[in-house]
């Protein structure tokens, strides 16, 4: 597995590891999908294989999948690694936070001398889903870190963590991924994807990989194939929009609908780069309106149909119609 569209995180990361001064605690910050949970989960991976031998021998963070650290770490059974997320409940569906307990049992990982190497690791993905008690837990920790021990804290929204934990972390910020490395992490992650189709999810993701895998999980061609006729011809009688919202409504088709408040801005600013004069004029207005319904629905919940005919509409205008 390689990590596309990180360069410049990768390389703080190593130049910080050559320098022999390791932060004991990394801030991983950036949009959701771009790469930060791999980040942490590679990096952490290179730290352990190259203490415990053989050492890998190249820059970066990849090791290789054959590595004896790599086949126990992906197995689960690393003894000095710990991977922290949201558990599932007694339904089969995620908890809300990452719970106390959690945190605490990572009193079990340095209450005794490490295993395979000196150095333990970390990974909580992610410490946005820590619930109040746990992070003054974590606090504890990042406070007097044990020796040889790092962690790796994947953050969406730093700015609401405690000043605190922040204050003990370096921070490593991750960007929005250009086209080409879109392509290439598509190309790995999907494999089975024609050419085509991997390429018509990159303008639609926006730069987040892990956004472009939902889509693709949810199969919006035909989605993208209403909107777009919508845009382009309009739709005088209502049918199509109408149509449109009355899928969308039902609550199974929730993450549906979800997708298609962000594809529908994504495909009028597409279209309007190859348009011109008052064509061009009223794809940017809708463009705005579009935005805007995408953001305010979700917000407000306001209801599904309503919205998705309302987003309808704002497509068939720049049409003229």
């Given at each position: ?118 150095w333990r690791a970390v990974v909580i993905d992610s410490i946005d889903d820590l619930e109040g008690p746990a992070a003054n837990a974590l ?183």
């Amino acid at each position: 597995m390689r990590l596309f569209g990180q360069d410049k995180a990768i390389a703080a990361f190593t130049t910080a590891r050559a320098s022999g001064a390791l932060h004991h605690a990394w801030l991983l910050t950036g949009p959701r999908g771009v790469g930060k949970a791999l980040f942490a989960d590679m990096a952490s991976l290179r730290v352990l294989a190259d203490a415990a031998g053989p050492p890998v021998g190249s820059d970066g963070i990849d090791t290789p999948e054959d590595h004896p650290i790599a086949r126990l770490v992906a197995a689960g059974s690393h003894p000095d690694f710990r991977r922290l997320e949201r558990e599932a409940n007694d339904k089969g569906d995620l908890k809300r936070s990452i719970g106390i307990k959690q945190v605490r049992e990572l009193g079990g990982l340095f209450g005794v001398a490490p295993s395979m190497s000196p150095w333990r690791a970390v990974v909580i993905d992610s410490i946005d889903d820590l619930e109040g008690p746990a992070a003054n837990a974590l606090l504890k920790m990042l406070e007097e870190p044990p020796p040889n021990s790092i962690f790796f804290l994947v953050s969406h929204a730093p700015g609401r963590l405690l000043p605190t934990i922040r204050s003990r972390c370096r921070r490593l910020d991750f960007g929005l991924i250009d086209a080409d490395a879109m392509t290439s992490a598509l190309q790995q992650a999907l494999p089975e994807l024609s050419g085509a189709e991997r390429e018509r999810l990159v303008p639609l993701a926006g730069g987040s990989v892990g956004k472009a895998l939902a889509y693709a999980e949810l199969d919006l061609a035909p989605l993208e194939e209403e909107a777009l006729s919508i845009l382009r011809t309009g739709d005088r009688d209502n049918s199509r929009r109408s149509k449109l919202a009355s899928s969308l409504a039902l609550k199974a088709a929730a993450p549906r609908y979800a997708a298609f408040l962000e594809l529908a801005p994504a495909l009028i600013a597409r279209e309007a780069r190859a348009m011109e004069g008052p064509a061009r004029q009223r794809a940017l207005d809708a463009y705005a309106k579009a935005r805007e319904t995408a953001v305010l629905g979700p917000r407000l919940s306001l209801d599904p149909a309503a919205t998705t005919f309302q987003m309808g509409s704002i497509l068939a205008s720049v049409a003229g119609d």
